[in-house]
């Protein structure tokens, strides 16, 4: 089946987002003359900006229990794989609805419905989550976004002319990662830079919490400044292949499984829950200043 696109267009940007996952498959800046996402290389990682539903992270042995059942339910969801359909749009606005069906009931066994919508506002795409509890039961899951940038984007750059910086100070919660499993946490001394080097992700994802900022600059040595604002998700990551010229700023409202967790839906770490009927909304924006 080939994935068909819609497109947004200002002065600033030209996005592209597919049906396939609802997922954008291009940011292209007028001005810089340049493409701003990840363009997906199978040789170090296929996708470009995957949403992340029903989970966010990997589960312990890739399975779960609700209502004394056991669940099979991949690393971040299915929804990313999902075909969605074309809600509603505007000429600055577009929606994609996904609703549950008997597939997602084998492995997600609830009523929902899921609303993407991506807004071009000026400099600024939104990028906003909708999730509509249909079931007559609590609903449990975890939703976030995964868009990998290219870096570097310019000639003659390298990986380390690029940096992290948080609006504020910031001296968060971190979690370490074993085999994409949460192995342990502890709080980070206070900083508000992050320099970028590959050695930085040797171990997976830098993973936080507790983030008092409401956005990240992603920036060089050379006026680029992505500003990435994520204050309606309480977990931000980093990530990105070794060697590969992208870095992903992810952000979640979910976490992946502790190394010891015991596979109850219910009592995991960063769940939503959601009463029958009731909605949840979250968004995370993207800006080239």
């Known amino acids: 089946m080939i994935s068909t696109y819609f497109k947004l267009n200002n002065d600033f940007y030209t996005i592209e987002i597919s049906e396939k996952g609802a997922e954008l498959q291009s940011i292209f800046h007028h001005k810089l003359n340049k493409e701003i996402l990840w363009q997906g290389d199978q040789n170090y990682w296929p996708r470009r900006a995957p949403v992340l539903f029903p989970i966010v992270g990997k589960l312990l042995n890739n399975s ?40 997602t009931f084998k492995i997600f066994p609830f009523k929902f419905v899921l609303i993407i919508t991506y807004t071009i506002d000026k400099n600024t795409i939104k990028i906003k989550y909708k999730i509509i509890n249909q079931d007559q039961k ?71 919490t507790h983030l008092k900022s409401s956005y990240v600059d992603f920036s060089n040595n050379n006026n680029y400044t992505l500003r990435f604002t994520f204050n309606q998700m309480p977990y931000l990551a980093f990530w990105k292949k070794a060697d590969a010229p992208f870095v992903c700023i992810e952000p979640w409202h979910g976490i992946a499984d502790h190394v010891e967790n015991m596979g109850n839906i219910e009592s995991k770490t960063g769940m939503i829950h959601l009463k029958p009927n009731q909605e949840f909304e979250t968004e995370y924006s993207i800006s080239v200043l």
């Not at 056991?70 to 505007?90: E, P, W």
């Open 138 to 208: 609590t609903m449990l899951c975890s939703i976030g976004g995964h868009p990998g940038f290219n870096c570097p984007l310019f000639e003659n750059e390298k990986l380390d002319d690029y940096k992290l910086t948080f609006e504020l100070t910031e001296e968060p919660t971190r979690f370490n990662l074993s085999d994409g499993l949460i192995a342990n946490q502890y709080q980070e001394k206070p900083f508000q830079t992050i320099q970028l080097t590959e050695e930085l992700f040797k171990d997976d994802a830098l993973i936080y």
């Open 64 to 103: 779960y229990l609700y209502d004394n059942n056991i669940y099979n339910l991949s690393q971040h969801g299915f929804a990313r794989d999902c075909t969605f359909i074309l809600f509603d749009n505007n000429e600055h606005s577009v929606s994609y609805i996904l609703t549950a069906d008997e597939n």
